[in-house]
């Protein structure tokens, strides 16, 4: 079993920035794939950033590449997602995911999800 806390979401204006963090607990050592995940009302759930924790190696949606960048403090079991530069397109609620594999790691298919992290970008 793994449990995911989100926090860091909030209220920005456009061209703002935030960091969302997500902390990790329990079966962590078998689960090295953490990622982000957005949903905005009406639309599918979104693959944002992954990393996998054992190397460092980071995958990202286009849609944000350049704009976010995805972290981890290994001690901590906290991985970070940076977000810079944020659009109102960007508003949705954001998910912590793990899973023991980052192949495919946009299709959604982790083990273990957090509650989310609301992120409004205003106009």
């Known amino acids: 079993q793994v449990q995911l806390v989100e926090s860091g979401g909030g209220s920005v204006q456009a061209g703002g920035s935030l960091r969302l963090s997500c902390v990790a607990s329990?079966?962590?050592?078998?689960?090295?794939?953490m990622g982000w995940f957005r949903q905005a009302p009406g639309k599918e759930r979104e693959g944002v950033a992954a990393i996998y924790t054992g190397e460092g190696v980071t995958y990202y949606a286009d849609s944000v590449k350049d704009r976010f960048t995805i972290s981890q403090d290994y001690a901590k079991n906290t991985v970070y997602l940076q977000m810079n530069s944020l659009q109102p397109e960007d508003t949705a609620m954001y998910y912590c995911a793990a899973d023991v594999s980052c192949i495919g790691w946009n299709d959604g298919s982790y083990n273990y999800w957090g509650q989310g992290t609301q992120v409004t970008v205003s106009s």
């Open positions: 329990g079966d962590t050592y078998s689960h090295n794939c």
